[in-house]
């Protein structure tokens, strides 16, 4: 069992898209191994390859006690809107209400190419949406607009070392 240490904020791996997994190979199934162990640590929805120190399209989730994984993930049929409070292990001790849609179509891979889709609503849909942004170098702070976004940046500079 490999818990891998997750990169915070400032650690520029997590600001750059991460390349596609083309070699579906045992160092594939050896990254998705340590993904899925340290997702498993208490108080984790999701862990991304960059947030190890990873740049593959590659993230597990931890919701509703099932733990997966996806390799390559695309998104579609995004439909409807939550509103709930959003944190990020590269930004420990945060959390601001961040909208994203009520359900997704997540469609990608297992650790083996095998095809795989995940249909998520609720809370699984929020991990799916994070942890992709995760895949394309953006946070969720990123999506906050307004009063709430100044206020997530000042915060980011008080707490999150650099």
């Known amino acids: 069992m490999t ?14 898209p ?12 050896d990254l998705v191994r340590d993904l899925e162990d340290t997702v498993r640590e208490p108080g984790r ?14 993230f597990s989730y931890n919701v509703g006690g099932v733990v997966g994984h996806l ?3 695309v998104l579609s049929d995004l ?4 509103i709930d409070e959003e944190g990020c292990l590269s930004l420990p001790g945060l959390g601001y209400e961040t909208v994203r849609y ?4 997540a469609r990608g891979f297992d650790q083996h190419g095998e095809p795989l889709v995940i249909e998520g609503t609720g809370f699984l849909a929020r991990a799916l949406q994070h942890e992709t942004d995760h895949l394309d170098g ?3 702070v990123d999506r906050l607009t307004g009063d709430v976004r100044r206020q997530a940046l ?3 500079r008080r707490v999150v070392p650099r």
């Open 18 to 29: 991460a390349d596609e997994v083309t070699d579906f190979g045992p160092q594939l199934r």
């Open 45 to 58: 929805a999701g862990v991304a390859a960059p947030q190890i120190g990873v740049s593959l399209r590659v």
């Open 71 to 73: 390799v390559n993930p």
């Open 102 to 105: 009520e359900s997704v179509i």
């Open 79 to 82: 439909t409807g809107e939550q």
């Open 154 to 156: 000042r915060e980011m």
């Open 138 to 140: 953006r946070l969720y």
């Open 3 to 16: 818990v891998r240490p997750i990169r915070l904020y400032g650690d520029p791996v997590l600001r750059t």
